[in-house]
């Protein structure tokens, strides 16, 4: 299969661990996968918090989550107008090879383990160095 | 051109991104010179959908809208 992008990459930082920040990174990173470019999704800080086990069930709205009852309605309407889940679109991310780095130091800082986090997404572990690297040869870079 | 289809790609209903997600799914799956058909509902992947397809390198060799329905098809090169 002759794809002409096939070497043209995304790097995106996920420093948010909102709920509807987290969807958002998703959703571009799948989109960019299904467009044949390489993605590296780097979870950091409170990004980084929500990739934990329960993590994306536990994420709050950014903005009017009114003590979980904003999410609750976004949510049912996430659902109503058929719109997949984080954990669907994260299990697809990983699907369409796009790579999950979590941050080491963000680990050492919160005190999280390898199996706090949800290993079945993460590929590999790194930190700034790495995605400074992978962004330098990368086409661009989106911070969430 | 219809008999020589080999995967349909059901987005009937599906919300963004599912259609391009789908559709990149069938691709990878696909063999050379398979024949793919996505159908669906969501108005911009029509639009978008080619958009991916370019990007790749493959040609649509047919696409319209039917019954309230659209449908794409392409050959994996």
């Known amino acids: 299969m002759s794809q002409k992008d096939k070497n043209k990459k995304i790097t995106i930082i996920v420093h948010s661990g909102d709920f509807d920040k987290i969807m958002s990174a998703f959703i571009i990173g799948n989109g960019f996968l299904s467009m044949g470019v390489d993605v590296s999704l780097f979870f950091t800080f409170w990004g980084l918090m929500a990739l934990k086990k329960g993590g994306f069930k536990k994420a709050k709205l950014s903005r009017m989550n009114f003590c979980g009852l904003g999410k609750l309605m976004i949510k049912k309407r996430l659902k109503k107008y058929n719109v997949a889940t984080i954990d669907e679109l994260a299990k697809s991310f990983v699907e369409l090879g796009g790579k999950i780095i979590a941050c080491s130091m963000t680990m050492q800082l919160m005190g999280i383990k390898k199996e706090d986090l949800r290993e079945d997404l993460v590929s590999e572990y790194g930190t700034v160095g790495r995605y400074c690297g992978e962004t330098l040869k990368s086409e661009s870079s989106l911070f969430i | ?77």
């Open chain 2, 1 to 77: 051109m219809s008999e020589n289809i080999t995967t349909i790609v059901d987005c009937i209903n599906d919300n963004c991104p599912m259609p391009l997600i789908k559709t990149r799914k069938a691709i990878m799956k696909a063999k050379q010179g398979e024949i793919i058909k996505v159908i669906g509902t969501h108005e911009q992947s029509y639009e978008e959908i080619p958009m991916a397809l370019d990007a790749m390198n493959l040609k649509i060799l047919d696409r319209g809208k039917e019954n309230g329905q659209w449908y794409i098809i392409f050959q994996i090169v």
